[in-house]
């Protein structure tokens, strides 16, 4: 149960990690910036919570991943980037990559730390 819970704050994470790079592009009032910089404290404070319940380095790689993934999807969906087949072929790969990482992190290298 734990490490389920692990994976789903990783998911979390790199979802905040997407709005705050967001932010940084397009934040242009105080608001936007206090908003940004809750969601940088916010998603480091919920990856460091999973690495205490899953491997550090994978932990790091799929919040960087997903982040990354996630970045890609938003500037093409919401602020207009061009579609680039090349980009999202890439991206499925990165995509790949993490989903790879996540299945082979064996469960007896959990480790809780209290």
């Known amino acids: 149960m734990k490490r389920n819970s692990g994976w789903v ?5 790199a979802v905040l990690e ?6 940084l592009k397009h934040a242009d009032t105080p608001w936007e910036w206090l908003i940004t910089v809750i969601a940088i404290a916010a998603s ?3 990856m460091i919570s999973a690495s205490k319940t899953l491997p550090v380095g994978t932990v790091y790689s799929v919040f960087a991943g997903l ?4 970045t890609v999807l938003a500037d093409t969906l919401f602020f207009g980037e061009p579609f ?3 980009t999202m072929i890439l991206v499925l790969l990165l995509l790949t990559g993490v ?5 082979v992190t064996p469960d007896n290298t959990v480790k809780e730390v209290s």
């Open 9 to 13: 704050k990783v998911v979390g994470a």
């Open 18 to 23: 997407v709005l705050w790079v967001i932010g």
């Open 44 to 46: 480091f404070s919920v």
């Open 67 to 70: 982040g990354s993934a996630g």
């Open 84 to 86: 680039k087949l090349m």
């Open 99 to 103: 989903i790879g990482l996540k299945m």
